[in-house]
């Protein structure tokens, strides 16, 4: 049987809500991000310092191999529960709302740590949340996605407030990943090693608060995604054999190659849909992997959809990739330092294993103002 | 318009065990491919694909599960120049309550127009045989295919509730265990651990039943009215301690086959197999499980 248009008669690659005339999604509200909160440890890390535990020499330049000049490293007592727990309260103080407000909350991490690193699969880590936060009514579970984890937690709640289902959700991750580098460290010996990327990754919690939009005011414009399963197992992780914690293997160059080239008609769609060029995007902020890996994607993307955003994110420089918190790291950095003002317009891109394609674009508005030295 | 159930279908390990050694994936895959030749449905037609289960081959993490599945059963891995529209995965973890909150996740965005057909998957199977400590699941696989009808009401409510006082009846973890046994310095391996108190049981039921009978009381459901009660919560006898409970007959619970009765997270999909449906005009799904948390849906024909 073939796949008939979708219901606003057009045909998507991508799973689509929103646009110029809101047609996509028979949506009666617009949702926003009304607050975005980060957990960040204090401990860092230089690559120079990774490099220099490795087991064997590999005489591996890490950090101009991948522009990762440090990443933050969760201390005694942290984890991925504690690092979301941290970053869930920071939202919900930007946001001004209480945790009972909360129709829904989503944690999306891929790490499940609970007391040092112990893996937790059951019960899910939402439920400890949703406590701890005295979320009383939320409905709560866990998802997991890859790097995508959190943007799929956004692509899900924009869902429900713009259908009126629920008024305001959170989704949140803590990501206490940099035991794979430790792992890695063990076993690395080339350039080319499978475990090269577990060198690049830092811990961080990031989390986003959704909500209904009041009638007329600007938020979220278009989220879609889509998994191009072809490329499902160019990066694995489990846990580790040498030790406490996980191992992953990934083939970062295919990975590079088909990410950039398979989301060139995806940014094409999403910005179609949302009656934009790409330089009409003033913040491009996309997924952390390799300072090298975002200058040639947003190369790419500029050449082949003509024109590019005024601003790239770049903060792998300084946090590694923290997986899925990446985006929302970012953005939290960037309301922290006041760089944004209300009329900026953000698209967010995640490229994750799966392979995962997740890109949202919306206006920052009101967020600004409501974190660091404005707050 | 309302969300149905086009077909459910299941696969078990040991209808697999020809087949090498039938894993969590292979068992979520025969599920799934039997259940687009059950609803006559290719795997091109689905849009969204959400896998909830919690025990997977060697415990991966990344990438979801749900990414691997797709590629297995061939939904739409072309390139995307190619035209048309392709499928979203992703995987959800809720414990026992996995399938149930899928099925809200696609019943959400077959409401939005998002997605017209979605697939929810779960499997579960010991990753560490021999190794593991505690794991007593049976291996099965689970899948139910749904998707919009404006002729049929389907699940026309939801109900989730937590009861974190009870996290601890129900708990599962990964955790580095000292290989000392034989002597290796610094050696040993990452081992699952399951841990169900033998309170687990009375407690759910206790939850389920609160959860069930908030649902009704907000949907004005008569529990009589019910004629097909479909309750998991991975311990044998949920279903029928839950009727009891409840008020409902006996002989209106989709019982579990024996060797199958303590299934995880596919225990929804098994217990459909016992059941005709369509022949139901008032179905009451309720799964439980750790946290402990409680999932309650109300299906009408």
Redesign the interface.
Known sequence: ?E??A???GR???????GGTDGS????PYTSRFVGIGASIPERRQSSDELMASTKYRTDIDLERLTGVRERRIAGEGEDSYTLALGAARDALASADCAAEDLDVLIMSS???Y?GG????????V???L??ALGARRA????????C?GMM?GVF?LN??I??G?IRRGMVVSGEYISQLGVNAALEVRTMMDDQLASLTVGDAGAAAILERAPDGAPGLEVAG??????H??L???????V????A?YSDARALQEVGI??TV??LRETLDQAGLRFDEIDYFIPHQTSARAIKKGVKEFSEILGGAPKHVVVTVDEFGNTSSTTHFLALWKYLSEGRFVKDDRVLLLSI?????VGIVIFKVDGLVGRHGHDH | MGTIIEASATATATAHQRSLTPGALQLADAAARSCLERAERTAEELDLLINAGVFHDRILSEPALASLIQEDIGANLDRPAVAGRGTFSFDVSNGACGLLTGISLVDGMLASGTVELGMVVASDMDPQPGVSEGFSFPGVGGAVLLSADDSRAGFTAFQFATFPELAGQFYSYVDWHDDAERGLAGGGQNTITVEITESYATRALECAESTARELAGAQALDLGEVDLLVATASVPGFGEALATRLGIPGERVASLPDGLDGAHTAAPAVALESVQLAEASTALFVSAGAGITVAVALYRA
């Open positions: 049987m796949k008939s979708s219901a606003d045909e998507h690659w991508m799973a689509l809500e996509l999604g028979r949506a891929i790490s499940h609970v690193l112990r893996w937790q699969l059951d019960p899910p939402s439920v400890l949703k406590e409905m709560s579970f866990d998802i997991s996605n890859a995508a799929t899900i869902d429900m713009r259908q289902r995604f889509t998994t191009l399963a072809e499902s197992r990066c694995l992780a489990f846990p580790a054999r030790g406490r914690g996980a992953m080239e398979d008609p995806m994750a294993s799966g392979l995962e």
